[in-house]
């Protein structure tokens, strides 16, 4: 199989490469954030959760693939950081793809649907468990133009939603449930509560506030990051404002008053947008593979390392390389391929994970490939070992790399923000600094999260990033999203009286 090994090269990245990309994405980030108006987008979030704030709030978490929606208790016990939140009510629903070709109003009318159903559930338990509004916060996995933690403008975004960017997300969201309880609502005893949008926020931001409420404070332990590797990917970090591009800055209302001179902000990389490509071509990581999954998505050099990385493109990735391979190497005719392997998007990184990755041996996924990518009738060819074997292979190069790629970004994002940013220390002492992360790849993916976390020992020991950084390690955040749009609006909620919105 040695002709396979050759074949899947361009696909190793080198350690030395790996450095090299974490030192170059370092610069490039830099860069970006001064001089992009798409990427390092300043959100209006200069305050994270301590783990005290306490309340009922309703989250909700728009995702790439779900809607989510449930009430959050904020429990307020920092020393039980286990038990310190608490979920009632939850529902997920998929967001099916019509939903997502529809016009915004009737993909917001079905949210306002959905979150009517969850509020109603509540009430049936207790009538009087609600007042006349409720506090809710809200994630979106997309990139969003904010000004202030309550509003938040669409930017484009990749996903397949049909949404046009400009719409006005709080707008779309109040006036889909107003929808749905003026068309049932005077029926509904008692009332459906109105909605207080409290945070919107992007669903990295989320996740890093939610790890941050249950994590507690810690002794030379930070939590400084937060990291998505689901359908798409994404992540976050604090920066200063002065980093960042001036009309990323102007006008932006933050929910508390700054406590230096330096002020800083929760910063949305959106890293995989275009911006980010240079150091993958300079560095040959990019393959020909990569550019005929580019070529022929929906937003063509769009989100160029989302492509290389994420859930939504992994399964697609594995697919063009095994056809091929079968096709050019093994001189098969297409047709006499199982029909899915002819077929774009039919492979999902879900069933790579589930069957693929998680099936030992060659031997054993051959009868499973027998039922589940079925060669025509017709057709001398059929699943062996050898044939497994190069399906298995694949995907453990293509999932290899994705880790392998998210972990030099994360260490080039952490290397690219000084370090009194990320903590305040002082430059004698050492301190582990805690990315949260979440989505299906981190928290499902056999082996995925190990491998980032490794890679990640290895350059911050190989490019010694900074002093004083004792690990840069990696702790899951389950459902970052939905537990961090309530907890956001616990924060902001929770923030004294006399704390204005700041310009
Ligand atoms: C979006 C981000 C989002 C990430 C993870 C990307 O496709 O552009 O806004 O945070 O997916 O969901």
Known sequence: MGGLENFLDPLAVQDDTLC?????????????ALTSTDQFLATPVNVLPHGRERGKFLAIDVGGSNLRVAFIDLLGDSRDHLHNISRSYEKSWSIEEHLKFDQAHDLFRWIGDCIAAVIRACLSDDKDALGSEIPIGITFSFPMLQRSITEATLMPM????????????????????????????????????KLKITAITNDTVATLASLSYSAGIKPNTRVVMGLIVGTGTNATIPMELR?????????IKMPAPSESDEASTIVNTEWTIKGTAGPLHDLGIVTRWDVALDAACEAPGFQPFEYMTSGRYLGELVRLIVVDWFVNVERTKPDDLPPALNQRNSISTVWLSRVVAKTPSPDKLVSVLQQDLQPPATSSWSWTHEHAYVLKKTTETVSLRSSKLIAAATVGLMGCVAR??????????????????????????????????????????????????????????PDGGIIGAGVLAGTVWNLPNDVAMQS
Do not use: M, W
């Open 243 to 251: 980093h960042l591009h001036e009309s990323k800055r102007s006008g």
């Open 20 to 32: 090299q990309l974490a030192v170059d994405l370092s610069k490039t980030y830099r860069n970006l």
């Open 420 to 477: 009194k940013t990320l903590s305040g220390l002082p430059p004698e002492e050492t301190e582990d600094l805690v990315v949260a992360c979440t989505g299906g790849l981190f928290l499902q993916y056999p082996g995925f999260f190990r491998t980032c976390q490794d890679c990640i020992d290895d350059l911050v020991g190989e490019l010694n990033i900074k002093q004083g950084v004792r690990r840069v390690k990696l702790q899951e955040a």
């Open 158 to 193: 990749g996903k397949g939603f049909a949404i046009s960017k400009d719409a006005n997300l709080a707008e779309l969201l109040l006036a889909g449930y107003a929808h749905t309880t003026a068309a049932n609502g005077h029926d509904s005893n008692p009332p459906l509560p």
